[in-house]
């Protein structure tokens, strides 16, 4: 049963200090997103990925927030430093998508990191 | 910008009847529309998509529609179970943004027994 996989599913930091969260895509799936969701925003895109090179980061706060895939397994974003504002459950998402497509299939998301900072 | 609007934002309905639940959209330049499932402290699990040029999707006890030219799609669950508690999410895929999904904030659904 292939499923996205994310670590840690719970993370209490204090303010000022650095976080990453990690994701391991579907195997074989070529495009991963990195979604935030808080009861006042909702769900929203910070960043996504195909075949492993950054497509779009325009939601993220590009001072604090950094993400990279160093491999076709992991997907990694990192908060330095880390604020309250930044508490929020973070979910990555993974899909196929054909070459020569243009728009989207089924994206299927992981369990999602709680964060709380303090 | 492209903005998903999902009322009511809570239902409340006894086990057994049908219900609908609305998503309205303001760009109808949309790939497609998706709904999906939320259940507490979980991910979000795709239910149904539809194509920009579909009307609409059958999952079992689920089928949804899109009417693109208004900007609405609807998710009518039959026989509704206990089970099916859960947050209703739906999501468009905007032309100017491929693979890029804009959410609504659900509508948290609770059916009783």
């Known amino acids: 049963d292939a499923r996205v996989t994310q670590t840690p599913r719970h993370k209490v930091t204090e303010m000022g200090q650095e976080v990453t969260m990690r994701c391991q895509p579907i195997?074989?799936?070529?495009?991963v997103f990195w979604y935030r969701q808080t009861m006042m925003q909702g769900l929203e895109l910070l960043a996504y990925f195909r075949n492993r090179a950054p497509l779009d980061d325009s939601g993220m706060p590009k001072d604090r927030f950094s993400a990279e895939m160093p491999d076709a397994t992991l997907a990694t974003l990192k908060i330095q430093p880390s604020e309250p504002r930044d508490s929020a459950v973070y979910f990555c998402?993974?899909?196929?998508?054909?070459?020569?497509?243009?728009?989207?299939?089924?994206?299927?998301f992981g369990p999602g990191t709680r964060l709380l900072v303090l | 910008k492209q903005e998903v609007t999902q009322i009511p934002a809570a239902l409340s309905v006894p086990e057994g009847e049908n219900l609908v639940l609305n998503c309205s959209f303001t760009?109808?330049?949309?790939?497609?529309l998706q709904w999906f499932r939320q259940d507490p402290g979980k991910g979000l699990t795709s239910l149904l998509l539809?194509?920009?040029?579909?009307r609409e999707q059958t999952s079992g006890r689920l089928n949804a529609s899109l009417d693109k030219s208004s900007g609405r799609s609807t998710l009518y669950i039959a026989a509704s179970q206990p089970g099916d508690s859960a947050t209703y999410l739906c999501a468009v895929e905007a032309f100017q943004g491929a693979q890029k999904l804009v959410f609504g904030q659900g509508t948290r659904l609770t059916i009783n027994p």
């Open positions: 539809i194509q920009s040029s579909q």
């Open positions: 760009d109808s330049a949309i790939y497609n």
């Open positions: 998402a993974s899909g196929l998508v054909a070459k020569s497509a243009t728009q989207g299939e089924t994206q299927y």
């Open positions: 195997l074989g799936h070529n495009t």
